[in-house]
């Protein structure tokens, strides 16, 4: 499988500290992107990384890139609790026509 | 804007029943794709459709066919329906050749007895 790995796989933390999940992936990537799933719900993008690139900011979040170790994570800062849902992390390989998802990490924000 | 929209959103089956999953995109996309979420192993992909006139297989085709109608729609069929087949199903599609951005429908809950 080309699936990329989250990690951890359940996060529980408090309002108001920082949320950090990691993606692993197995080959040379296009791009990395980030997604939100809250229950009962599609996937929303949040965050897209690009090959060439190794950090970049959306608002509370931050995103880094580690093509030499495969890896990215994502960095959710002063987290709410309307943060709490799965998140996923994404890949579009080089050469290929399909975004292969992760399992993805559940954060729970707790008030 | 309707975004992506599936339909139904839920729906129950007896094992060998056949049933046809409908997504449409009001975003001039050219790629869709149809994922499956089961717990714990997040989205594998089924099928794609890079753009109108083509489909591919993804991960997880077995038991499933699909038909890109045309430039807005991309429906999923499952011709003899099975217990592993109960899952939540997602459409998506996105206006790049380089497949960033994904926009996803609300899902289908699929139960098959």
């Known amino acids: 499988s080309q699936q990329g790995e989250e990690d951890p796989q359940a996060l529980s933390i408090q309002e108001g500290e920082n949320a950090t999940m990691n993606c692993s992936y197995k080959?040379?990537?296009?791009?990395l992107q980030w997604y939100r799933q809250n229950s009962g719900r599609g996937l929303v993008h949040l965050i897209l990384?690009?090959?060439?690139?190794r950090e970049k900011h959306s608002g509370r979040l931050r995103v880094t890139l580690d093509t030499s170790k495969k890896s990215s994570s994502l960095l959710i800062t002063a987290s709410r609790a309307a943060d709490t849902a799965s998140y996923f992390c994404?890949?579009?390989?080089?050469?290929?026509?399909?975004?292969?998802f992760g399992a993805g990490t559940r954060l729970f924000v707790k008030a | 804007n309707a975004g992506v929209t599936q339909t139904p959103k839920f729906q129950v089956l007896k094992t060998g029943q056949s049933m046809t999953l409908q997504c449409a995109q009001d975003?001039?996309?050219?790629?869709m794709y149809w994922y499956r979420q089961d717990p714990g192993m997040g989205l594998r992909l089924i099928y794609y459709?890079?753009?109108?006139?083509?489909?591919d297989k993804g991960e997880v085709p077995n038991g499933y066919n699909v038909s890109r109608l045309n430039k807005r729609e991309f429906s999923l069929r499952l011709e003899s329906a099975a217990p592993s087949q109960t899952s939540v199903y997602f459409c998506?599609?996105?206006?790049?050749?380089?497949?960033?951005?994904?926009?996803f429908g609300s899902g289908t809950q699929l139960s098959v007895l």
């Open positions: 998506a599609s996105t206006d790049s050749a380089t497949n960033e951005k994904l926009f």
């Open positions: 080959t040379s990537i296009n791009n």
């Open positions: 990384i690009r090959s060439n690139e």
């Open positions: 994404a890949t579009d390989y080089t050469g290929g026509f399909k975004t292969i």
């Open positions: 975003m001039n996309h050219n790629s």
């Open positions: 459709s890079a753009s109108e006139g083509t489909t």
